[in-house]
């Protein structure tokens, strides 16, 4: 079911392994004093033919590639991007076949979080433009070994949630820019400030993201490659609610509801609270024990800085009366409501945040950061990976963000960077 590029898997591999020490930028995506023409379309490709690589198809730039290890995804999806005007997009059930060839600029990873950095590394080394999905990584040390890769190769970076920069800040009823003003203003006064992401304050941590245990070994379906798909992870038996659209609820493949919401709803939280240099020092969670292959649910979370700020995950809702942000002189509640008085109107005089870039394919040709990069997004992500590492282990945890370890605790330190499979080891 597949239209395999001509290049060969040997030629591929061995394009792929002369990557490894040098970064590479196509040529043709640049002009003159290498910039790039405004008027260059770039080129995508896309990683995994599950649910979310839909919304990827109506974007900018044309497709290319499309590439999945269930052939019949590979092909309703291959087909559907055909449908939107791609004529010449090929499908691959081997990804780095893709990032092996040099007509394509821009790579999305539209797979389970396991493969995030593996993707995201190799389409570095390339010279390719990335797409991420949410979560960034499913470790921590995924995540600093992605950033890495991504500088050393100075390519541009993005992943797939806006709403620090654009949209209603899922049902809180406001935008993150305008709870950023008014902080950023004063008037709710200083920290130490106090956030809860809860059902009162608008937020849904989709606790049917769960795991099953005991799960008894099923044949494998011949359209699909399950070795390939758990890749980095450890080797379990094929169940198929371990993979496709129940993925989440397995600690292998990433973190339940947390890890599939969290970077939505923490990052703006990050941007709002003018810490996207900051990392917690401690994180505390009141769960029940956990089954260490599947995933079940949180009562509360809780992160605290350096400066006392807390965020909380209040799973529960058990604060009815909650804000979302509270400080030393006011609160701002679901629906942009405060009890300052004259809030309105004292928001009204503030000035605005400053610009960020939210078009990707712009800060690809204008060499500039995208508004949500491999730096904020790392450390917005590391929020999640804290709170997975809490969850899992059932502790609360003293975290030293510069040495990026947990203080005394080697169950905690060994959830930090997982072993990979012998055949998808990433670089140390």
Same mark, same amino acid.
């Not at 023409?37 to 499309?66: D, F, K, Q, W, Y």
């Not at 389409?123 to 470790?139: F, Y």
């Not at 099923?218 to 890749?231: E, M, N, V």
């Given at each position: 079911?597949?239209?395999?590029?001509?290049?060969?898997?040997?030629?591929?591999?061995?394009?792929?392994?002369?990557?490894?020490?040098?970064?590479?930028?196509?040529?043709?995506?640049?002009?003159?004093?290498?910039?790039?023409?405004?008027?260059?379309?770039?080129?995508?490709?896309?990683?995994?033919?599950?649910?979310?690589?839909?919304?990827?198809?109506?974007?900018?730039?044309?497709?290319?590639?499309?590439?999945?290890?269930?052939?019949?995804?590979?092909?309703?999806?291959?087909?559907?991007?055909?449908? &939107?005007? %791609?004529?010449?997009? =090929?499908?691959?059930?081997?990804?780095?076949? +893709?990032?092996?060839?040099? *007509?394509? /600029?821009?790579?999305?990873?539209?797979?389970?979080?396991?493969?995030?950095?593996?993707?995201?590394?190799?389409?570095?080394?390339?010279?390719?433009?990335?797409?991420?999905?949410?979560?960034?990584?499913?470790?921590?040390?995924?995540?600093?070994?992605?950033?890495?890769?991504?500088?050393?190769?100075?390519?541009?970076?993005?992943?797939?949630?806006?709403?620090?920069?654009?949209?209603?800040?899922?049902?809180?009823?406001?935008?993150?820019?305008?709870?950023?003003?008014?902080?950023?203003?004063?008037?709710?006064?200083?920290?130490?400030?106090?956030?809860?992401?809860?059902?009162?304050?608008?937020?849904?941590? &989709?606790? %049917?993201?769960?795991? =099953?245990?005991?799960?008894?070994?099923?044949? +494998?379906?011949?359209?699909? *490659?399950? /070795?390939?798909?758990?890749?980095?992870?450890?080797?379990?038996?094929?169940?198929?609610?371990?993979?496709?659209?129940?993925?989440?609820?397995?600690?292998?493949?990433?973190?339940?509801?947390?890890?599939?919401?969290?970077?939505?709803?923490?990052?703006?939280?990050?941007?709002?609270?003018?810490?996207?240099?900051?990392?917690?020092?401690?994180?505390?969670?009141?769960?029940?024990?956990?089954?260490?292959?599947?995933?079940?649910?949180?009562?509360?979370?809780?992160?605290?800085?350096?400066?006392?700020?807390?965020?909380?995950?209040?799973?529960?809702?058990?604060?009815?009366?909650?804000?979302?942000?509270?400080?030393?002189?006011?609160?701002?509640?679901?629906?942009?409501?405060?009890?300052?008085?004259?809030?309105?109107?004292?928001?009204?005089?503030?000035?605005?945040?400053?610009?960020?870039?939210?078009?990707?394919?712009?800060?690809?040709?204008?060499?500039?950061?995208?508004?949500?990069?491999?730096?904020?997004?790392?450390?917005?992500?590391?929020?999640?990976?804290?709170?997975?590492?809490?969850?899992?282990?059932?502790?609360?945890?003293?975290?030293?963000?510069?040495?990026?370890?947990?203080?005394?605790?080697?169950?905690?330190?060994?959830?930090?960077?997982?072993?990979?499979?012998?055949?998808?080891?990433?670089?140390?």
């Amino acid at each position: 079911m597949t239209d395999l590029n001509k290049i060969s898997r040997r030629k591929a591999l061995g394009n792929l392994a002369s990557l490894a020490t040098i970064s590479i930028v196509p040529s043709r995506v640049l002009g003159l004093n290498g910039q790039t023409p405004p008027s260059e379309e770039l080129t995508r490709a896309l990683l995994g033919c599950g649910g979310i690589s839909n919304s990827h198809l109506g974007m900018p730039g044309r497709i290319l590639a499309v590439c999945d290890v269930d052939s019949q995804r590979m092909a309703q999806r291959h087909g559907q991007a055909i449908k &939107k005007g %791609n004529k010449d997009v =090929k499908a691959y059930a081997d990804f780095r076949e +893709i990032i092996a060839r040099d *007509d394509i /600029d821009i790579i999305h990873t539209c797979t389970p979080p396991h493969w995030h950095a593996h993707m995201a590394i190799a389409a570095a080394k390339a010279g390719k433009h990335i797409w991420g999905e949410k979560p960034m990584s499913r470790t921590i040390g995924e995540g600093l070994a992605m950033k890495k890769a991504i500088q050393k190769a100075d390519v541009k970076f993005r992943i797939n949630t806006w709403f620090r920069f654009k949209s209603t800040f899922y049902g809180s009823g406001v935008t993150a820019r305008e709870v950023r003003k008014a902080v950023d203003g004063g008037l709710i006064g200083d920290g130490p400030y106090k956030v809860t992401l809860s059902g009162v304050t608008g937020f849904n941590w &989709k606790f %049917n993201w769960v795991g =099953k245990k005991n799960l008894e070994e099923q044949p +494998i379906p011949k359209h699909f *490659d399950y /070795d390939t798909w758990l890749g980095p992870a450890p080797y379990k038996p094929y169940h198929p609610h371990r993979t496709h659209g129940t993925f989440r609820g397995y600690w292998d493949y990433d973190g339940g509801g947390l890890g599939d919401m969290g970077q939505h709803y923490l990052d703006p939280i990050q941007y709002i609270l003018n810490k996207d240099d900051e990392l917690p020092v401690s994180v505390e969670c009141d769960a029940d024990p956990q089954d260490q292959d599947a995933v079940g649910s949180f009562r509360r979370i809780t992160y605290t800085y350096s400066d006392g700020t807390q965020i909380i995950l209040d799973g529960a809702n058990k604060d009815k009366s909650a804000a979302l942000i509270e400080g030393s002189e006011g609160k701002i509640m679901r629906g942009f409501k405060s009890d300052v008085k004259g809030f309105a109107e004292k928001l009204k005089k503030l000035p605005d945040p400053a610009p960020q870039v939210t078009d990707f394919h712009q800060a690809i040709r204008e060499k500039k950061k995208f508004a949500l990069n491999e730096e904020n997004g790392f450390n917005s992500c590391t929020l999640i990976n804290l709170g997975k590492i809490a969850h899992r282990t059932n502790q609360n945890l003293k975290f030293d963000p510069k040495k990026m370890q947990f203080i005394d605790n080697a169950k905690a330190n060994a959830l930090v960077h997982q072993k990979d499979r012998d055949k998808w080891k990433l670089p140390s």
